[in-house]
């Protein structure tokens, strides 16, 4: 629940407006194309009205479960006393099981799945539903569990920075064979004023760290209890301790493909 009431509590300040333009998209044959169908949402510039539909979104919530983040937007739906009842809220990405994605006023909540790749798909299509959606002053949270780095079980990590593997604060996307680096530190201005906002509630202790991404649940993250391990205890203890000293705070498998998309589109990014 820690989550939720933070972010709620930053939404329901009053906000600076943080970006002054339509979201940007970094393609230019999206231009000349008849109808942009964005397959795994189940949506298409043809057949449907995506500023009306979208228009008025502000806050793009995203996370891993489908349930987690079906209960969010319950949870919002709720908090805001919007019309209707929670329970109600309908999936609008249910004619595909890829995602799924509520709107509750001002409010998206869309599940991403996990790993990069999954998460990477759904980042291509939301951004260019907001660009489509002609979407202005959009703020992006990532919203999820992770495994804590010399922290107290519970406590929430703001990211400073995304970081691979070894605590470079950079995504590596293979292009047409070739090797892309893009980078990956989010808003420094959001992840303060969470990290206010935060401050203001109590029984949430909160961090801003750096947020190490791996390719895997298992051998990526140091863990002895997977199908494979080519590692002692004490090398997974000296390398956690490396990424300790290095600013990681918690790991997970989605960060730094966040925050690049993020950044090469001007959104304002955060990761919790």
Do not use: W
Not at 13 to 28: A, F, G, L, R, S
Not at 256 to 262: E, I, K, L, N, Q
Request: charged share 20%.
């Amino acid at each position: 629940m820690a989550l939720p009431v933070i972010l709620l509590n930053c939404i329901g300040n009053e906000h600076k407006d943080y970006i002054k333009q339509q979201v940007q998209i970094k393609n230019p044959y999206l231009d000349t194309m008849e109808e942009d169908i964005l397959y795994h949402f189940s949506l298409s510039t043809k057949t449907h009205n995506l500023p009306e539909m979208f228009g008025d979104t502000k806050f793009v919530c995203v996370g891993g479960s489908a349930n987690r983040m079906r209960a969010f937007a319950q949870f919002m739906h709720h908090e805001m006393k919007l019309t209707g009842t929670p329970e109600d809220i309908r999936d609008i990405c249910e004619a595909t099981d890829r995602y799924c994605m509520y709107k509750v006023g001002p409010v998206l909540s869309i599940s991403h799945g996990m790993g990069v790749p999954s998460i990477s798909i759904m980042m291509h299509e939301l951004i260019k539903l907001l660009h489509h959606a002609q979407c202005r002053d959009v703020v992006l949270f990532r919203l999820g569990t992770s495994g804590g780095v010399g922290l107290a079980p519970g406590t929430v990590v703001i990211t400073d920075k995304a970081v691979d593997y070894s605590f470079r604060p950079r995504f590596e996307q293979v292009v047409l064979g070739k090797v892309i680096i893009r980078s990956t530190e989010l808003d420094e201005g959001v992840a303060k004023e969470l990290l206010q906002c935060s401050n203001e509630l109590q029984n949430f202790p909160t961090v801003i760290g750096n947020t190490m991404c791996t390719h895997d649940f298992y051998e990526g993250q140091g863990r002895l209890d997977g199908a494979l391990c080519s590692f002692s205890h004490e090398e997974k203890l000296e390398y956690l301790r490396k990424a300790y000293e290095a600013g990681v705070r918690n790991i997970e498998m989605e960060s730094t493909v966040f925050a690049s998309m993020c950044r090469v589109c001007g959104l304002k990014g955060v990761y919790l």
